[in-house]
């Protein structure tokens, strides 16, 4: 079997146990905020695998992640790669997830919840990626992606997620000039478990009253 073959297989084994997961339990209602104000500072660790393509080829790799977020909405992101062939990076930017108040403040939710936790959890992110070379070479770094819960308590352990996602690197110094080297951009797609811890904070008071005219 080749190693693209093997990738697949490995990645449509974590969607089919994600989609069974979560059809057994996510399907409550919800309220649109899912516990953001509650706690509203997430850390969350993931770990997982992938593949950086060269010249066509597959090749396995290795990922862990750590994201600290505000409110699921913005935050920090940090994440290394390692592979046999591709080398390692270390990737440090910014994690952007618009959807969460958009659909919020304009009143959008699905209220299902895991339709509304998918939706919100499409993120993007960018910055630079450190090659861990020994040359100090440095890249530009963009992704994207999204998340499914898997099993979420509203407790400080806020849940377990499947993270799939895909990033961007561009490490050639001469690619504004000529077409970029296919030995210096590359392409990861990769998947990780993710565990998120939620920490309380102040943002319900950020809140403003309501009222509701009956």
Same mark, same amino acid.
Request: hydrophobic share 40%; proline share 5%; glycine share 12%.
């Given at each position: 079997?080749?190693?693209?073959?093997?990738?697949?297989?490995?990645?449509?084994?974590?969607?089919?146990?994600? !989609?069974?997961?979560?059809?057994?339990?996510?399907?409550?209602?919800?309220?649109?905020?899912?516990?953001?104000? $509650?706690?509203?500072?997430?850390?969350?660790?993931?770990? &997982?695998? &992938?593949?950086?393509? =060269?010249?066509?080829?597959? $090749?396995?790799?290795?990922?862990?992640?750590?994201?600290?977020?505000?409110?699921?909405?913005?935050?920090?992101?940090?994440?290394?790669?390692?592979?046999?062939?591709?080398?390692?990076?270390? *990737?440090?930017?910014? $994690?952007?997830?618009? =959807?969460?108040?958009?659909?919020?403040?304009?009143?959008?939710?699905?209220?299902?919840?895991?339709?509304?936790?998918? =939706?919100?959890?499409?993120?993007?992110?960018?910055?630079?990626? @450190?090659?861990?070379?020994?040359?100090?070479?440095?890249?530009? &770094?963009?992704? @994207?992606?999204?998340?499914?819960?898997?099993?979420?308590?509203?407790?400080?352990? +806020?849940?377990?997620?499947?993270?799939?996602?895909? +990033?961007?690197?561009?490490?050639?110094? !001469?690619?504004?000039?000529?077409?970029?080297?296919?030995?210096?951009?590359?392409?990861?797609?990769?998947?990780? *478990?993710?565990?998120?811890?939620?920490?309380?904070?102040?943002?319900?008071?950020?809140?403003?009253?309501?009222?509701?005219?009956?």
């Amino acid at each position: 079997m080749t190693r693209g073959a093997r990738l697949g297989v490995i990645v449509g084994s974590m969607l089919a146990l994600s !989609s069974l997961c979560a059809s057994a339990s996510a399907q409550r209602t919800g309220d649109g905020l899912y516990g953001r104000w $509650d706690r509203g500072l997430t850390l969350a660790l993931g770990a &997982g695998g &992938g593949a950086t393509w =060269l010249d066509r080829r597959a $090749d396995p790799n290795v990922v862990g992640e750590a994201r600290f977020l505000v409110a699921d909405t913005a935050g920090v992101a940090v994440s290394g790669r390692w592979g046999p062939d591709s080398g390692q990076h270390l *990737f440090v930017g910014v $994690d952007l997830r618009p =959807l969460f108040p958009a659909l919020f403040f304009l009143y959008k939710q699905t209220w299902n919840e895991f339709a509304d936790l998918l =939706l919100q959890s499409i993120f993007f992110e960018m910055g630079p990626a @450190f090659l861990l070379d020994g040359n100090r070479s440095v890249g530009l &770094g963009v992704g @994207f992606g999204f998340g499914l819960p898997l099993y979420r308590p509203l407790t400080t352990v +806020r849940g377990l997620w499947l993270r799939i996602a895909t +990033r961007y690197v561009n490490t050639d110094p !001469s690619y504004r000039q000529t077409q970029p080297s296919t030995d210096r951009t590359r392409w990861t797609l990769y998947a990780t *478990f993710v565990l998120r811890l939620g920490f309380h904070s102040k943002l319900s008071r950020w809140e403003p009253p309501r009222y509701r005219h009956r």
